[in-house]
């Protein structure tokens, strides 16, 4: 037993907690619980559990069900809002084979084997993710309505809204996931929260505790969170638009000192991959049907696959830092992931896509300085500038055929992916929706 799991058990024992919550990902980004008594938590940390993965998206098949669960100690945190009936702990695991070896379709497994290739590389990728999500009244259930008439960067008194999201960055903050901003967004009922930047793995462990606690929070106060995209037409729906760049020990790498834009060579040939693989990278990182109602024109949502700094239609942005803090600030934006997605499959995604075009020298295009949506299509095939897909089974077509991207997320993982897609997309296109009846009955 390492000593990090020692220092864990002494932690269990000196603060009586009574409930361990081993949390993992299916590959659609669902986060899943199995629930210990914190005295068998010894036996977690030093054998693992064993779970039906059967029963889980993507995982196995019947004939081959068990599967182990292996607590990474690194992710112990105290559950603060458990504290009066039975304190909890959480612990997030990474999934094994009977035989004990790595489970190839585990999402966190894959974002690790993409942080391996980087390290390889002399890299660490580091990410910063803006959660947006839509908070719902409860009493006003099965009519979904936003919860307040406010809009970007309102301010708002001490509300039921405003408690939850205070709430969650405290309790974020003490389980060792810090929060640097939170402010309401443009749409009705609308909020943002962002994680603070780091290393993409941590991130992504905060990414799943944020969501979790938030849940939490909301279901207190009689209010239903939703990291829908698209949940109400006529708004802005709601994004994951994620900060990132590559460090080494000697600092930032996408810093570049004598730029226009003040990155680096390399950050742009990161940023040139990610523009080569954007088409397919969708799929990971909006991958809903609700997703693509987000992803059109007029709503601040990329659309058209180009990059530039005050750009707000582009895909990737490379946002403004203060002099002060260029060297560490340096980063790009990319636009298009959204909070439904699982963010180990995303982040891993876009680390690969951007390690290609690193790999490859990949020469980025011209940056685009206005507003793509009031440009003609004449305009826009003049710059050439493609488009990012319109549907989630355009996106699935795409990444089955970018061996780049199919290839980090393992020919396992894959297949359940783009089976489970397919099948939702199919299952949407022989909906009868309201407005169809509306309009043709």
Same mark, same amino acid.
């Given at each position: 037993m390492t000593d990090r799991s020692e220092e =864990?058990?002494?932690? *269990? /024992?000196?603060?009586? *907690? /009574?409930?361990?919550?081993?949390? $993992?990902?299916d590959i659609t980004g669902q986060t899943k619980k199995v629930t210990l008594p914190a005295r068998l938590a010894e036996s977690a940390l030093a054998h693992g559990v064993w779970f039906?993965?059967?029963? *889980? #998206?993507? $995982?196995? &098949?019947?004939? #081959? !069900?068990?599967?182990?669960?292996?607590?990474?100690? @690194?992710? $112990?945190?105290?559950? %603060?809002?458990? &504290? @009066?009936?039975?304190?909890g702990a959480q612990i997030i695991c990474d999934i094994y084979l009977p035989d004990e070896k790595p489970f190839e379709g585990d999402p966190r497994g894959v974002l690790k084997r993409v942080i391996k290739k980087a390290e390889s590389m002399g890299y660490r990728y580091y990410v910063g993710p803006e959660i947006e999500f839509f908070l719902i009244d409860r009493d006003t259930l099965?009519?979904?309505? %936003?919860?307040? &008439?406010?809009?970007? $960067?309102?301010?708002? =008194?001490?509300? &039921?809204?405003? #408690? *939850?999201?205070?709430?969650?960055?405290?309790?974020?903050? @003490?389980?060792?996931? !810090?929060? @640097?901003?939170y402010h309401h967004e443009v749409s009705h009922g609308q909020h943002e929260i962002d994680l603070s930047y780091g290393e993409v793995l941590r991130v992504s462990d905060a990414v799943t505790a944020f969501k979790h606690a938030l849940r939490t929070h909301a279901s207190f106060r009689r209010f239903k969170v939703t990291f829908m995209p698209k949940p109400f037409m006529g708004v802005n729906g709601s994004g994951m638009h994620v900060h990132q760049s590559l460090w080494n020990k000697g600092g930032n790498l996408f810093f570049g000192k004598e730029d226009k834009y003040g990155i680096s060579s390399l950050a742009y040939q990161f940023l040139a991959g990610q523009i080569r693989h954007a088409r397919a990278l969708s799929a990971i990182a909006a991958p809903t049907v609700n997703s693509y109602k987000r992803l059109v024109p007029g709503y601040e949502a990329p659309v058209y696959i180009c990059w530039g700094r005050v750009n707000r239609s582009a895909l990737i942005r490379i946002p403004m830092v203060t002099r002060s803090k260029a060297g560490e600030g340096a980063r790009i934006e990319l636009r298009c992931p959204d909070p439904s997605c699982n963010p180990y499959l995303a982040f891993a995604c876009m680390l690969a896509a951007g390690l290609d075009g690193v790999q490859n020298k990949l020469k980025v295009p011209d940056p685009v300085e206005e507003n793509v949506y009031d440009c003609s299509d004449e305009r826009i095939r003049a710059m050439n500038i493609s488009m990012l897909p319109s549907t989630l089974g355009e996106s699935i077509e795409a990444l089955e055929q970018n061996s780049v991207l199919s290839e980090t997320l393992g020919e396992r993982l894959m297949n359940h992916f783009s089976l489970a897609k397919r099948r939702e997309w199919r299952y949407f296109l022989n909906q009868v929706t309201p407005w169809e009846v509306e309009r043709y009955l």
């Open positions: =864990v058990l002494r932690t *269990i /024992e000196k603060n009586h *907690i /009574e409930y361990l919550y081993l949390l $993992f990902t039906d993965g059967s029963s *889980i #998206e993507g $995982f196995a &098949r019947i004939c #081959e !069900s068990d599967m182990l669960l292996r607590p990474d100690p @690194e992710t $112990f945190a105290i559950l %603060p809002w458990t &504290r @009066e009936k039975g304190t099965p009519d979904c309505r %936003p919860h307040d &008439r406010k809009g970007y $960067f309102d301010l708002g =008194v001490q509300s &039921r809204a405003v #408690e *939850i999201c205070q709430a969650t960055m405290k309790h974020m903050d @003490e389980m060792g996931y !810090s929060c @640097e901003t």
